[in-house]
C-alpha cells in the first residue's frame, strides 16, 4: 500500500493548489495514498461557508482521476475537529503510521494545538515550505520538507471571485460546475 499521507483542511472550497501539492508530495514522497480529511468543525478557523457534504464532495471530484487521492468523513459530526482525535481513528483504520501533509503556516502553529505533543508523536511531518516561511521544529517531531509548490491561492478570494460572478478561478472543472449547480458561495442555483 506504500505510505499514507493525511492531508486536513477547510477546503472551502479544494483548489488546484491543494491537489498540486498532494500530487507533488506522492511523487516526491513515494506515497501510496493521500487521504484528503475535510475538517467538520476547524477549532482554529471561523464556520466554513459552505456544508460539510459540500465540502467533502467538491473533495471528491476534485480528487477523480488521482490514483491513490481519496477523501475521509471520520471528522463527520465532530463538535471540534482535532488533529489528533483524527489521526488515532485513520491509525486504527489503516494500522500503519501516517505522514502528515501540512503547510509551514500551520505548522508554524503546532504548539496551540490540541495535545500537540502527542500529535507530533504519532505522525511523520511533510511540511509544505514557501520562501519565507519560518517555523520551529518541535523536539522528538519527524520533518520532511515539501519546497517549491506556489500556494499563491487562497480559498477566500476565490469566494469572492465566485460572489461577484467571476468563475475564472483555480478549481477543477466539475468542481466549478458543482458550485454553480449548488449555489454556493453566494451564486444562484442553476
Not at 493548489?17 to 514522497?29: G, M, P, W
Not at 468563475?167 to 472543472?173: C, K, N, Q
Request: glycine fraction near 10%.
Amino acid at each position: 500500500m506504500g505510505r499514507i499521507a493525511l492531508f486536513g483542511g477547510t477546503f472551502d472550497p479544494v483548489h488546484n493548489a491543494h491537489i498540486a501539492v498532494a500530487r507533488e508530495a506522492a511523487a516526491k514522497f513515494s506515497l501510496g495514498s493521500v487521504i484528503l480529511v475535510p475538517a467538520f468543525q476547524p477549532p482554529h478557523k471561523a464556520g466554513a461557508k459552505a456544508s460539510y457534504e459540500d465540502r467533502v464532495r467538491m473533495c471528491e471530484l476534485a480528487c477523480e482521476g488521482g490514483p491513490g487521492f481519496f477523501v475521509s468523513r471520520v471528522e463527520e459530526g465532530t463538535e471540534r475537529s482535532y488533529s489528533l482525535l483524527t489521526i488515532e481513528k485513520l491509525q486504527k483504520e489503516y494500522d500503519c503510521r501516517l505522514s502528515f501533509l501540512i503547510g509551514a503556516d500551520a505548522f508554524a502553529e503546532l504548539g496551540t494545538w490540541y495535545r500537540s505533543a502527542d500529535v507530533v508523536r504519532l505522525v511523520d511531518f511533510i511540511v509544505v515550505t514557501r520562501p519565507g516561511a519560518v517555523y520551529a521544529i518541535p523536539e522528538g517531531a519527524s520533518v520532511e520538507e515539501l519546497p517549491g509548490v506556489d500556494l499563491a491561492i487562497s480559498s477566500s478570494e476565490i469566494r469572492g471571485k465566485i460572489a461577484q460572478g467571476d468563475f475564472e478561478v483555480p478549481l477543477a472543472p466539475k468542481v466549478i460546475q458543482y458550485i454553480r449547480t449548488h449555489g454556493l458561495y453566494g451564486t444562484p442555483a442553476l
